[in-house]
């Protein structure tokens, strides 16, 4: 077993796209895999840049997966971002949010309402992601706001989503949209910034050099693990290929097919 290789592993934090599944599509059999991570007495985590659920439509999916984890095991960059909010903006208040229901209820049920209406007076600030109704009126409102000097905060900056048809358009190339028309730089949340890994460790509360990071995306995932002094798996299940990973510096701790391989 690929994991054999780390001894001193207590805990794995798990990305979920490209990892666990492609959109509707499982990769490998899910209830045997977390059935032997139980086994192997590991904690576990969930954390993903998928801000277009919520945490309970995040649950929806891994139960319809057979995967039962508890609700607390997961963690979104939704999540990172109303925490980053909460930090720059204690008094709270109305944001603009360019992203999907999912996103808007995790900011709505932490304070920050998505205000349709909203005018450079009255927003705090933009919030960019996947949006799968995405418009040019929509990107020309947020555009005028960010013009008008609000801040562009953006949920994750990957630019494809693994799906069992290829790579579709992700967060990052409607980020990229409000950036470019806007011209100023948005704030990225998710990974490969730190906040999501440090949300993570702090839950299970244990050490990087324990923590086994398992990702799909060299870029976000496996970097951001890196940065935050984790352990590093890359999966090549989802959006990176092994040639990317030959390139990478420093290289992925190991190197696998899927999860089930690194696992079984």
Known sequence: MILNKFPGIKALILDMDGVLWRDTQAIGDLPAIFDKVKRLDLQLLLATNNATRSIDEHMLKLNGFGVNVDKSQVINSAQAVAVY??????????????????LKSTLSDNGFIHAESCTPDTALAVIASLDYSFTYEK?????????????????????????????????GTIIKAIETSS??????IGKPQPLLYSIALDKLGTEPQETLAVGDRLETDIAGAQAAGCLTALVLSGVSTLDQAKQWYPQPDVICQDLEELIQ
């Open 85 to 102: 909010l909460s930090k720059r903006f204690p008094q709270k208040g109305d944001v603009y949010v360019v992203g999907e229901p999912g």
């Open 183 to 188: 011209e100023v730089q948005a704030v990225i």
């Open 139 to 171: 990107l020309k409102k947020a555009t005028l706001l960010v013009r008008s000097g609000l801040p562009v905060i953006g949920t994750n900056p990957d630019t494809t989503y693994p799906t069992p048809q290829g790579q579709t358009p992700g967060s």
